[in-house]
């Protein structure tokens, strides 16, 4: 082969080199540009540099954030079993507690609910599931206004005389019934005429509710007169005291009248009428 033919040849394959560099690098350029712009999918841009991992499977990648986010999941919260009810709460100060039991009554409940209401005084309600299913925008009321709500079974009865699946019948239909009515379920129950007894207190705390009973008996299911029923709180007004008075199961016009005086007298005293929090374990 003659010199000037190989020169050529030289020549013409150079030429292809460059040409096919060329062309790689205006390949990779466009796929950089598609990758940025999203003008195009990112599957035709070629891999450069070392070998690119593969794919995660898109069903494996949806499933990877779970494993990274969102709060730690706290651990359960649990109710010891007592072996009797609570009497009195703690609290700083001058803290007392007023309760009403066996409504709620149309007839009686939004004036006790008024009254509170006046003077800025949050109260325990102990409820009977039969009631409320007739009195649902009362609980809604008592959620709105800061009130606590709480289980008294559902048709009031002598819990002692009950069997173990009785009693939870009692307390589980109430507390459902007071879940759709106050938008949560109770967290503290009081046994009807304070007649407690091991199931109940073992079947309440599975339920995730604390026994609550009370220190000072209003006695105004007797009813004794307004005058009466206000000095028997006066006078036994103590720090810790749970107040038992009723907003239903009979002619509660005494008790509505009775709170309108014995209320701000409470209050002049120093008294810090509240509701009690729960502690778990």
């Not at 651990?75 to 009403?100: K, Q, W, Y």
Request: charge should be positive; include cysteine; proline fraction near 7%.
């Amino acid at each position: 082969m003659k010199k000037d033919q190989l020169l050529t040849r030289l020549l013409t394959r150079r030429r292809a080199l460059i040409a096919g560099a060329g062309a790689v690098g205006a390949a990779a350029t466009a796929g950089v540009v598609t990758a940025v712009t999203g003008d195009g999918p990112l599957t035709s841009a070629p891999a450069a540099g070392p070998q690119a991992r593969r794919p995660v499977k898109s069903s494996a990648y949806r499933l990877q954030p779970l494993t990274g986010y969102g709060p730690p999941r706290a651990a359960p919260r649990r109710t010891l079993v007592r072996r009797e009810p609570l009497l009195r709460v703690s609290g700083r100060g001058r803290t007392m507690v007023l309760t009403f039991d066996d409504g709620p009554d149309p007839r009686y409940t939004p004036d006790i609910l008024d009254t509170l209401a006046e003077y800025d005084v949050r109260a325990m309600f102990f409820v009977c599931g039969e009631m409320v299913a007739g009195s649902k925008k009362l609980l809604a009321r008592m959620a709105d206004e800061g009130h606590v709500v709480g289980n008294h079974t559902w048709s009031h009865p002598l819990l002692t005389r009950l069997t173990r699946r009785q009693i939870r019948s009692q307390m589980e239909r109430t507390s459902d019934v007071i879940e759709d009515a106050y938008g949560e379920r109770p967290e503290w129950f009081r046994a009807p005429y304070g007649a407690w007894n091991r199931a109940a207190l073992q079947i309440g705390a599975e339920l995730g509710m604390e026994p609550l009973a009370w220190t000072l008996d209003t006695l105004d299911w007797t009813t004794p007169g307004i005058r009466s029923i206000a000095k028997r709180v006066e006078h036994g007004a103590a720090p810790g005291v749970v107040v038992l008075s009723h907003d239903a199961g009979g002619d509660r016009s005494q008790s509505v009248r009775a709170l309108r005086r014995y209320l701000p007298e409470l209050l002049d005293s120093g008294y810090h009428v509240t509701v009690p929090r729960r502690r778990y374990a």
